[in-house]
């Protein structure tokens, strides 16, 4: 028996490969499937089956393109609806895999057809199961994400799942591994663990949702509490995943498309068309082309990409570090965003070579920032709501950057203000967001929150 998890950290995201006596399953694959494609060939062995554990919204899965490129068939659980063949599970369905055997257990809650599929050992015994959104380390899936499709009600959704986790989860032997889907980071729960598996036992004695004194309204209520709104981007991705998409290949193919800067500012200029730069944010503030938004490559590059961008059909011109083109490509493609017109050939410096014009975002030192906060300094902090209750500065306006365009009524316009995160990412790409739209009077803080508390500057909570 060989299970391996590969994980993909800008999308806090495991995909499985099983493998017994020379047959492989392969669990929530990416959309690019060259790795399990190759894994296969070089342990000899064929891809039977291809498990999907839902419906994913944060990313746009391989399964149509790996049946394709191998014939396996596409298992989901029970209640799924797709525009294309696919095998529905039945509750407690066996499938054999060489020497093992998975059992789909129909885990309805994150989604009405989300599927936990259980590994049982050449001895018949419970091995792992592999949750999906249905159970994470640390947290369970969100249950609002399905309210439009299902007709049900997020509380109805999260009542479902405290079910299913009580009737088929917890049952299991504490001694089952457990494989889920995300890991820290993903929009899909809460307050998901860095670890990226458990034992049952494990969760059982940590896991909030897993408690067992946790009566079904506590259940509910505590799941309910406190959700932020999914990314944009997620109705899409499901509708891709469930409809239909591209083959990666032919994306590349599209947009991997080199621009000089004639092309690329005439392309600019046209209705509709975003200037993204995936540089890091100490580059993007020194020089870049005016109207550029920042979402670097180096951090949440694709999620954060979903929830500003939103829509995935809105035309993209890429500025990207050299030799990044193609990777900068795919990493959009995984969220569905397959509309990029091509990249500033020669990046900035071949725009710059030609005369036009940079823009450029002020920035401070937190080590410097204490001599300017007064009494009345404005500060923009757009961390999340959880991560500014536990501490933030005295005069700071919470507004989270998923959040900042629906909020830019709020924004202190009158003066100059400052703006931070937690370490500098996401305040650079909320700092890219207002330049865009014209305002210059914000200074970006270096370093974030991180490195506000190590200056010493008083922190309130």
């Not at 993909?8 to 790795?35: F, K, W």
């Not at 259980?118 to 018949?124: M, R």
């Not at 994306?251 to 498309?257: A, C, H």
């Not at 900042?404 to 890219?432: Q, T």
């Amino acid at each position: 028996m060989k299970i391996e998890q590969i994980y993909t950290g800008c999308l806090s995201q495991g995909t499985y490969y099983i493998e017994s006596n020379g047959e492989v399953a392969i669990i929530d694959p990416l959309r690019e499937i060259d790795t399990y494609l190759k894994l296969a060939k070089e342990n000899n062995a064929k891809i039977k089956y291809i498990f999907e554990t839902h419906i994913h919204a944060d990313f746009v899965s391989g399964h149509l393109t790996l049946s394709k490129a191998t014939g396996a068939p596409i298992i989901f659980g029970p209640n799924t609806i797709t525009s294309y063949p696919v095998t529905i599970a039945k509750d407690q369905q066996v499938f054999k895999l060489g020497n093992l055997t998975f059992v789909a257990l129909h885990t309805p809650g994150h989604t009405l057809e989300s599927t936990t599929y259980l590994l049982k050992d050449n001895l018949g015994k419970d091995h792992a199961i592999f949750t999906g959104d249905t159970l994470f380390i640390g947290d369970v899936g969100r249950p609002d994400l399905a309210q439009k499709q299902s007709g049900k009600t997020q509380r109805d959704m999260a009542g479902m799942l405290f079910d299913s986790l009580r009737k088929k989860i917890m049952p299991l032997s504490d001694d089952v591994i457990v494989y889920p889907a995300h890991g820290a980071g993903s929009a899909c729960g809460k307050k998901i663990s860095r670890e990226t598996f458990s034992t049952l036992g494990n969760q059982k004695s940590s896991n909030y949702a897993l408690n067992k004194s946790l009566s079904k309204e506590e259940f509910i209520n505590e799941l309910t509490e406190g959700l932020e709104s999914p990314p944009a981007y997620f109705p899409m991705n499901v509708k891709m995943n469930q409809e239909g998409y591209n083959h990666i290949e032919n994306i590349l193919r599209k947009n991997l498309n080199p621009l000089d800067p004639d092309e690329f500012e005439k392309l600019a200029n046209q209705s509709g068309v975003l200037i993204l730069d995936v540089r890091n944010q100490i580059q993007f503030a020194e020089e870049h082309i005016p109207g550029s938004i920042f979402i670097g490559i180096d951090g949440g590059f694709a999620p954060w990409v979903g929830a500003i961008i939103g829509d995935v059909k809105r035309p993209i011109l890429l500025i990207t570090p050299k030799g990044r083109e193609e990777e900068t490509i795919t990493r959009l493609a995984r969220v569905g965003f397959d509309n990029a017109l091509g990249f500033l050939e020669g990046g900035l410096s071949s725009w710059k070579v030609t005369g036009r014009k940079t823009d450029s975002v002020s920035t401070i030192e937190a080590s410097k920032l204490g001599k300017k906060i007064f009494d009345q300094t404005k500060i923009i902090d757009v961390r999340k709501n959880s991560e500014f209750s536990n501490g933030h500065l005295k005069n700071a306006l919470n507004i989270p950057l998923d959040q900042l365009s629906e909020n830019f009524d709020k924004i202190p316009l009158d003066g100059n203000f400052f703006v931070h995160c937690a370490g500098g990412y996401r305040s650079m790409i909320a700092s890219s967001i207002l330049k865009s739209r014209g305002i210059d009077s914000m200074t970006d803080i270096i370093g974030g929150f991180s490195a506000i508390k190590s200056s010493g500057i008083p922190i309130e909570v």
